[in-house]
């Protein structure tokens, strides 16, 4: 990749650890190690740190573990962005977890607020949002007044949606929790059999 100008990335699984840290409960190929770390080097790539999560690749019901999904850049690109942030998130529903790069640390704002077509069936919406639309705002232009009326709406339907949660239990997003401290836990060590 050397003379190659502009700015890439090269992202995904490369099927190959760098060193026997990056590897748990498999056979390390120093071979292979060697040959990836050569290309890495002749390549003039870098990589980011891994932050979130030590491997990216659970197999074998999570007995085996390695890091083998990583981003690689050329300089130009690590140059323009070195406080660069690449994290691992939860593996819900495959045996890699996805990977974020996030490069700029801009803000725009604040955070769009979504309705989902779930929570209109849900006891207590249709009365929060009547009773939050039904509030009469006094004097300014009719567009501040709308602004006004969607504000009091999310605000009383953000503090609904934590009341509501609270009352659920959401036992989904328990068990997602617990499966991502598990899978922290296989990272340093094998599971017990109550664990597992």
Not at 21 to 44: L, P, T
Not at 96 to 102: I, S
Request: with cysteine; charged share 30%.
């Amino acid at each position: 990749m050397i003379g190659v100008e502009g700015m890439w990335v090269i992202a995904g699984d490369f099927n190959a650890v760098r060193c026997q840290d990056e590897h748990k409960n498999s056979s390390f190929k120093s071979a292979c190690a060697r040959n990836f770390n050569e290309f890495i080097y002749d390549g003039d790539l870098l990589e980011y740190e891994l932050k979130g999560r030590k491997f990216t690749c659970v197999r074998d019901n999570g007995w085996k573990l390695s890091k083998i999904d990583r981003f690689l850049v050329c300089p130009n690109f690590f140059n323009q962005w070195p406080e660069a942030c690449l994290r691992g998130l939860p593996s819900s529903h495959s045996d890699r977890c996805p990977l974020l790069l996030t490069i700029n640390k801009k803000n725009y704002g604040a955070k769009p607020f979504r309705i989902y077509n779930s929570w209109m069936g849900k006891s207590g919406f249709k009365e929060t949002v009547e009773k939050a639309a039904a509030v009469q705002e006094v004097g300014g232009s009719v567009d501040l007044k709308l602004m006004k009326k969607l504000n009091a709406v999310r605000s009383a339907l953000k503090d609904w949606r934590l009341e509501s949660s609270k009352k659920e239990g959401e036992s989904v997003f328990k068990a997602e929790e617990e499966l991502e401290v598990l899978e922290k836990i296989m990272e340093e060590r094998d599971l017990s059999e109550v664990e597992e």
